[in-house]
Structures are given as structure tokens and as C-alpha cells.
């Protein structure tokens, strides 16, 4: 393992992306991006994902200066289409909409179409529970899951993630694939030449598999069998054809073998409390807070918890990557 201080891995990251051809503007989102992945100890979406971000230039299905576009579709809709570049961009350009059209109705929605997505969603969703917002993000990817009761690919990995402002304390958040895990995580064994546990996929001959290799060239699991395997398929219809973008499957074809990050929509739907609950927002609020506690209470852990702990050791330490990682990015700078 290598240690970085989180200014280096920043600074690694931009350099990168910078040399590879993108533009300041994605490449900064990007590195805000990745740098808070590995800075909160999710290396899934850490800085090894600046190796899909080159590759999928290389290949030609990302537009490296690409300038989102904001469209006011309705009053409690704003869509932006990321003109075929990364999702980080377009976010930030729907994201004062969005709050704005949410403290305005209650409810609202930022539909992102035609971006290229490779990271956590909890990164989005800190920035809405920042403004005092509830929020809820999913996209499709690549069709990599087998739906329970099959065994060929129709899904991709399908991320929901829900988050919860919380006053003087970091926000309640939960951000999980709809498959028994993320794909860069199988990926990650794969690289460190490791075995995967029982139940994350079979290979392509059905069968199930703890080769990491074997279930990515198979199919990945829901999880939790029919109820993952219906909560990716809410997640494919509400972010795919409802905001007219592409399902998983229609993803992984356009890509046409060349490995690449997916390209789709994401759909995020904010809540304003304030605005549900008006002069009873604090009371209600507070009720909240008696449900983490009792959760706590019990010797429980609140989702993101593990994340804000590697968080504070992190702005202290700085974090550490693989050798092999830290070769192979250092190799995008030549
Ligand atoms: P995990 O299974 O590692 O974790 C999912 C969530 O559960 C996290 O919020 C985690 O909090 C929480 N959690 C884990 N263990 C516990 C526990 N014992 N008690 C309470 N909460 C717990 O995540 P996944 O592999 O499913 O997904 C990882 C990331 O991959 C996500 O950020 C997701 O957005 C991203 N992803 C992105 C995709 C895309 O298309 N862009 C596709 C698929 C995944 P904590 O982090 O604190 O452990
Ligand atoms: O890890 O499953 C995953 C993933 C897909 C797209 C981005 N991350």
C-alpha cells in the first residue's frame, strides 16, 4: 500500500484527467468526486475509477469538454443533459434548480440525461441533506444482474440512495447497489487476485461462482433475491424510459464491448421538510431523531457511519491505495 495525503490524491487525480484531455471544468467535478470516494473509504468509487475515466475517453464514449445544458421542463422538474459527459458536471448545474424548485413546491425533481456515470451517489446526496433537504438518487448502468429466478444479465448494479438533513450532526444516508454489491468492488477482488463470497453471482454457465473473473464474464445477484430484483427494475423504469433515457441493457449495448463506464440518465427527487411541515417542522424533526437514537440505542450503527469515521481519520492521515493502483495511474501521466 502506498499513503497519500488527500491534497496529493487530489492533485493526482487532476493531473490525470487533465493530461488525458478533459476539460478543467470535468475534470474538477471528477476529482471532487473520486477524491471524496476515497477519502471516506469506499475504494469501490475511489480514485481507481480515473482508470475508467481515461479508458472510456480513450474509447470514445465520453465527451471530454463537455457543457451540460439546464432545461426548465415543468415547475417541480428540471432536467440537464450532460451532453455525453460525466454526471458530476450536470449535477452541479441542476443543483441550484433543484433546491430552488423544491423549497418552491415541496417536491422536485433533477432529471440528468445522456451522461456517462461511474460513481457513489452519496456524494449528491450530502449535497442536498447540506441544504436542508431529504433526497432520494438511483440510476441504471450495465446490464451486468440477473433478475431472481433467472440467470442472464438484464440489470445493471442499479444504486439507490436516500438521505436525511440532521441538524448539528452528519445526515442519516444509505447509498447500495440493488445487486448484492457494487460491480467495482468485484472488480477490486479481481485486481487483488482474491475470491469473492458465495452469493454475489454465478458464472455464465449458471452456476454459482466465487471467481471474481468468472462472475463478471456470468452475472452479478440482486440482493435480497425478488425484493433487489424489483427495486432494480423500479430503478431501470423511473431512471431510464420515464426520463427518456436508456435502460441498463440499451447501456451496455451502446457500448459495444469497449468496456466503458455506463451511459444513461439519473433521476433525483428532493423533499423540502420545511415545506411539508411548516411552524411543525422541528417538532417532527425532532421524532426523527428518537428513531436513529433508538436504533443506536440498541448497539446498532446508522448507515454512512462506517464512511464519516474513515472521513475524520482520513483528514488527518490522508489515505492509501495498492502499489499496483498507484502504478497504474502514475502510467496515465506518460
Ligand atoms: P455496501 O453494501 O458496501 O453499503 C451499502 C450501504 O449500507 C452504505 O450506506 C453502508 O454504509 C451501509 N451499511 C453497510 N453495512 C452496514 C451495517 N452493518 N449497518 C448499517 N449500515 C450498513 O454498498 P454497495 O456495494 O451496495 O454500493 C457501494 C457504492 O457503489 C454506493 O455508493 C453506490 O452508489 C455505488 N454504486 C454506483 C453505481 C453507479 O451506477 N453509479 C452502481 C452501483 C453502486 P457505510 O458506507 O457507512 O458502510
Ligand atoms: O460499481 O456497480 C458499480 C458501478 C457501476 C457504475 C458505477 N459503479
Known amino acids: ?35 471524496a470516494g476515497e477519502r471516506d473509504g469506499c475504494a469501490s468509487h475511489g480514485l481507481y475509477r480515473v482508470l475508467g475515466c481515461v479508458s472510456s475517453l480513450k474509447a470514445g464514449k465520453v465527451v471530454a469538454d463537455a457543457e451540460p445544458e439546464v432545461i426548465d421542463q415543468a415547475p417541480s422538474i428540471v432536467r440537464v443533459d450532460a451532453r455525453g459527459g460525466f454526471s458530476q458536471l450536470a449535477f452541479q448545474a441542476g443543483l441550484p434548480v433543484l433546491a430552488e424548485k423544491t423549497r418552491a413546491n415541496g417536491i422536485a425533481a433533477l432529471a440528468i440525461n445522456r451522461c456517462v456515470h461511474f460513481s457513489a451517489l452519496w456524494v449528491e446526496i450530502e449535497q442536498l441533506t447540506e441544504a436542508g433537504l431529504v433526497a432520494l438518487a438511483c440510476n441504471p448502468s ?42 467495482g468492488d468485484i472488480e477490486l477482488h479481481r485486481r487483488a487476485g482474491k475470491s469473492i463470497p458465495e452469493g454475489w453471482g454465478i458464472d455464465a ?110 483528514l488527518v492521515d490522508g489515505v492509501q491505495i495498492p502499489q499496483a493502483l498507484y502504478d497504474d495511474l502514475k502510467a496515465l501521466l506518460s
Open 1 to 35: 500500500m502506498i499513503r497519500l495525503t488527500l491534497d496529493e490524491a487530489h492533485n493526482l487525480s487532476l493531473s490525470i484527467l487533465r493530461h488525458a484531455g478533459f476539460s478543467e471544468a470535468q475534470a474538477q467535478a471528477v476529482t471532487a468526486t473520486v477524491l
Open 142 to 183: 450495465h446490464a451486468w444482474v440477473a433478475p431472481a429466478g433467472g440467470s442472464k444479465p438484464i440489470f445493471g448494479t442499479n444504486p439507490i440512495a436516500f438521505g436525511w438533513p440532521r441538524a448539528g450532526k452528519h445526515p442519516f444516508i444509505f447509498d447500495f447497489a440493488t445487486s448484492a454489491i457494487a460491480r
Open 205 to 314: 454457465s449458471g452456476q454459482p461462482s466465487t471467481d471474481a473473473e468468472a462472475v463478471m464474464n456470468g452475472a452479478m445477484l440482486t440482493f435480497g433475491g425478488h425484493k433487489g430484483s424489483a427495486l432494480a427494475a423500479m430503478v431501470e423504469l423511473i431512471a431510464g424510459p420515464l426520463i427518456g433515457d436508456l435502460t441498463s441493457a440499451e447501456s451496455l449495448a451502446y457500448d459495444a464491448g469497449s468496456k466503458s463506464s455506463p451511459y444513461h440518465g439519473e433521476l433525483i427527487i428532493a423533499l423540502d421538510p420545511q415545506r411539508f411541515l411548516g411552524a411543525a417542522a422541528d417538532q417532527h424533526l425532532a421524532r426523527a431523531e428518537a428513531l436513529f437514537d433508538g436504533i443506536e440505542g440498541q448497539g446498532a450503527r446508522l448507515p454512512s457511519q462506517r464512511r464519516y469515521d474513515a472521513r475524520a481519520r482520513s
